[in-house]
């Protein structure tokens, strides 16, 4: 169990739909980054949240949005769904004073997009 | 700018032989680079990782080698086994804000082991 918990684990989705997905973090960490990996390709960075702020976003457009709750929960979320946005989507979570150290990554979402 | 290369794309070895994969990274700053596997279907999950003040590190049949002065740092697997066919991401941080960071990871690098 890697402790960072993602639903739905599976979604499918119409063009121009938007589409929320959840992460809980492993017990103990603050921080929570998102991430998009699209099939054959490396995790590319979304972004981070930390004590329920956006610290910073990758090259990602508006469409794509984010939430922390107080319980260092999070939400990502995509309006417009193009069928470009099909892919996994990794929530991956750390200590916000230890984040040098490794992600702990969810399961992952994959959402497909028709 | 942030980048980081990973090399080669795909590998095939036979069982039993070794399979090296090498990565190339742009910020100087980076100090921490860590290795993940992923399976297919599944999470990326860390096999090792490596920090600056060393220069190689060891676990069982993997081991990671870093150079900093060439901004290298390589993947070595022995006697590798069939399971060890998966995808493998180098990543290294760049820094968010002071005290953060985000992680850049390389592109992948499939390796089949052959039976």
């Known amino acids: 169990d890697a402790g960072v918990t993602q639903s739905p684990t599976h979604l499918i989705k119409t063009r121009g739909q938007q589409v929320t997905l959840r992460c809980s973090p492993k017990?103990?960490?603050?921080?929570v980054s998102w991430y998009q990996q699209a099939l054959g390709q490396g995790p590319q960075f979304i972004f981070q949240y930390y004590e329920e702020e956006e610290r910073q976003r990758g090259n990602f457009p508006d469409r794509f949005s984010g939430h922390q709750f107080p319980n260092y929960s999070s939400e990502l979320n995509v309006n417009a769904l193009l069928l470009g946005d099909s892919a996994l989507y990794l929530c991956?979570?750390?200590?916000?004073?230890?984040?040098?150290?490794?992600?702990?990554f969810g399961s992952g979402t994959r959402l497909t997009v028709v | 700018g942030e980048n980081v290369e990973q090399h080669p794309s795909t590998l095939s070895v036979q069982e039993g032989d070794s399979a090296v994969i090498k990565c190339t990274y742009s910020?100087?700053?980076?100090?921490?680079f860590p290795w993940y596997k992923q399976e297919l279907g599944k999470r990326p999950q860390l096999i090792i990782d490596i920090r600056s003040n060393v220069g190689e590190k060891k676990d069982q049949r993997i081991a990671v080698t870093l150079n900093k002065t060439a901004k290298h740092f390589s993947l070595h697997i022995t006697e590798t086994q069939p399971e060890d066919s998966a995808v493998y991401f180098c990543?290294?941080?760049?820094?968010?804000?002071?005290?953060?960071?985000?992680?850049?990871f390389g592109t992948g690098t499939r390796l089949k082991v052959l039976a």
């Open positions: 991956a979570s750390s200590s916000w004073t230890a984040t040098y150290y490794g992600y702990t």
């Open positions: 910020d100087s700053a980076s100090n921490y």
């Open positions: 017990s103990g960490h603050d921080t």
């Open positions: 990543a290294a941080p760049s820094t968010v804000t002071s005290g953060t960071y985000k992680y850049i």
